[in-house]
């Protein structure tokens, strides 16, 4: 499995971001990048979408929106990503045809389950670590994950303070992917394309 991590944006978008990303994106270790925007306009997030999308489509990476499932069609972004209030996934789906939906399921077998059964195209389980980008997100219990493994048949993303020293156990328990944010774009030692290299 070379593609393994689901990487998300940073909070804010400079203009020193796109070299980053795509030097990010060169160690061909990424399967989805995820503009995670929260409080943005939408004409803004439309015009970091396209410069992004001509990068991500550039180094084969899927292009995930997070919540505003109403822009996929409008900056042409692969699919989005879904919390458990950001509208109900089968409108969304239909309306999306063969885009990709991915969900947030926390650490519940119940999310899980419904939104394999609505058609999610991933679920996405955590925090299993205390996480700079949700700090007060719910703990994930990793044996969601070889649960998962056994019984969805969906790709498993794990998120919340992954890092270099707790990302292999969480792969070992299942996980097809690992989301990775402030460790790439925020971290005091590495720079993002020093930090992406030390997941292997």
Same mark, same amino acid.
């Given at each position: 499995?070379?593609?393994?991590?689901?990487?998300? %944006?940073?909070?804010?978008?400079?203009? $020193?971001?796109?070299?980053?990303?795509?030097?990010? &994106?060169?160690?061909?270790?990424?399967?989805?990048?995820?503009?995670?925007?929260? @409080? *943005?306009?939408?004409?803004?997030?439309? *015009?970091?979408?396209?410069?992004?999308?001509?990068?991500?489509?550039?180094?084969?990476?899927?292009?995930?929106?997070?919540?505003?499932? $109403?822009?996929?069609?409008?900056?042409?972004?692969?699919?989005?990503?879904?919390? *458990?209030? /950001?509208?109900?996934?089968?409108?969304?789906?239909?309306?999306?045809?063969?885009?990709?939906?991915?969900?947030?399921?926390? $650490?519940?077998?119940? &999310?899980? @389950?419904?939104?394999?059964?609505?058609?999610?195209?991933?679920?996405?389980?955590?925090?299993?670590?205390?996480?700079?980008?949700?700090?007060?997100?719910?703990?994930?219990?990793?044996?969601?994950?070889?649960?998962?493994?056994?019984?969805?048949?969906?790709?498993?993303?794990?998120?919340?303070?992954?890092? %270099?020293?707790?990302?292999?156990?969480?792969?070992?328990?299942?996980?097809?992917?690992?989301?990775?944010?402030?460790?790439?774009? /925020?971290?005091?030692?590495?720079?993002?394309?020093?930090?992406?290299?030390?997941?292997?």
């Amino acid at each position: 499995m070379n593609k393994f991590i689901y990487l998300i %944006s940073p909070n804010k978008i400079d203009k $020193n971001f796109y070299i980053s990303l795509k030097k990010v &994106l060169n160690s061909n270790k990424v399967k989805y990048f995820q503009l995670r925007l929260k @409080n *943005q306009k939408e004409k803004k997030i439309i *015009q970091i979408s396209k410069k992004i999308i001509k990068i991500t489509r550039f180094y084969n990476v899927k292009f995930i929106i997070n919540d505003r499932h $109403n822009l996929v069609k409008r900056i042409d972004a692969d699919g989005c990503h879904l919390g *458990q209030s /950001d509208g109900n996934i089968l409108n969304i789906k239909k309306s999306l045809k063969k885009k990709v939906i991915g969900v947030t399921c926390h $650490n519940s077998k119940k &999310l899980a @389950n419904k939104a394999m059964a609505n058609g999610a195209s991933y679920v996405a389980f955590g925090s299993f670590h205390r996480s700079q980008l949700k700090p007060n997100a719910k703990k994930a219990n990793v044996k969601i994950l070889s649960w998962a493994k056994k019984k969805l048949g969906l790709p498993i993303v794990a998120i919340g303070g992954i890092n %270099s020293k707790n990302y292999k156990k969480l792969i070992k328990q299942g996980a097809n992917y690992i989301a990775l944010s402030s460790f790439i774009w /925020d971290n005091p030692k590495l720079k993002p394309d020093k930090a992406i290299r030390v997941f292997v």
